[in-house]
């Protein structure tokens, strides 16, 4: 049995394959390569490489079916945006989310529609946390 290496953040190459299973749901290698473009063109071997690294870091489990491997999601995506958006937060922003929003608000060209919907849900966030007890 390999012993599981575990890591926090998936490579480029790995998230493309974890967004195409958790598209899926579950699948093998075959089911992952034929979601990707085209012009990916990556060789079968390749692509169970990839989802052999993904097990070993435990993003994904396997078990066998027949002679295939099918591969299920471990960690779910928002989960996974979640610990994505903390690191940048911390790395990037200087642990300070406000400064994260406030680059996004200010460099992403949004639309007047876009910005409507970040402060729906920023009121929405709001109105949740005036419930909390705690406060």
């Given amino acids: 049995m390999r012993?599981?290496?575990p890591?926090?953040?998936?490579?480029?190459?790995?998230?493309?394959?974890?967004?195409e299973l958790w598209a899926l749901g579950e699948g093998g290698?075959?089911?992952?390569l034929d979601r990707l473009p085209p012009e990916r063109n990556l060789a079968y071997t390749s692509g169970a490489t990839i989802l052999r690294i993904l097990d070993d870091?435990?993003?994904v489990s396997s078990r066998k079916e027949g002679?295939?491997?099918?591969y299920t999601p471990v960690l779910e995506k928002d989960a996974y945006q979640t610990r994505s958006?903390?690191?940048?937060?911390?790395?990037l922003f200087d642990d300070t989310p406000a400064s994260l929003v406030a680059r996004l608000v200010d460099d992403a060209g949004l639309s007047a529609s876009d910005l409507e919907d970040i402060r729906a849900l920023v009121e929405r966030r709001?109105?949740?946390d005036g419930d909390d007890p705690r406060d």
């Fill in 85 to 91: 958006l903390q690191n940048l937060s911390r790395t």
């Fill in 7 to 19: 890591a926090h953040l998936l490579t480029d190459v790995e998230l493309e394959f974890m967004t």
């Fill in 3 to 5: 012993k599981k290496k």
């Fill in 67 to 70: 002679k295939t491997l099918i």
């Fill in 126 to 128: 709001l109105q949740d």
């Fill in 29 to 32: 290698v075959r089911d992952v």
């Fill in 57 to 59: 870091k435990g993003f």
